[in-house]
């Protein structure tokens, strides 16, 4: 899993966590400490390496967004978890935050934690990035068989142009050989009546 640990905090206060580790890890003791280094009030976003894992944070509005995931993990995985996490728990608790206690949130809030986590750790298409290429490639698949059918149609119409063109040149084939035969038939007819 790429995100593995997750909390919502204001302040040094944790309102809501997540571990997705089986094992009993420091991943929210070392959370804690760096959210204590990281003080005020200003929005900022960060990142932050301690051995194997990276702690992403992102504060906005007196509410700190903290998501520890392994080194592998493209940043802009975990910057957009955060985004969307910071969003969710605005829309939910916006106007009790502030004065909340410590793990007020973390009933409700750790299921919907738990849950973006497994998503933008496992589906390819959280990354707005990738979400986009894979948007263009099919655009690019349906353009690329559309210009196949106008080229198949460009050839059908090519082969009934020939097609008229032959038809026509052998009615006029056919209307020239008509007269001849029209005049030869006058003129054997001429013949006849003058013997």
Known sequence: ??????????GSVILAEFSA????????LIAYRILEKISGDNDTSASYSHEQCIFHIKRANRITVLCVADNATNRRIPFAFLEDI????MKAYGGVCDSACASA??????RILRQQMEHYSHDPLADKINRIKEEISQVRNVMMENIERVLERGERMEMLVNQATNIQGNATFSQKNSHRYKDSNNLWWQA???A
């Open 1 to 10: 899993m790429a995100i593995l640990y997750s909390s919502v905090t204001r």
């Open 21 to 28: 580790l089986k094992q009993r890890n420091n991943c929210s």
């Open 86 to 89: 910071h969003a969710r728990f």
């Open 105 to 110: 949130m973390n009933d409700e809030f750790s």
């Open 192 to 194: 006849i009546k003058l």
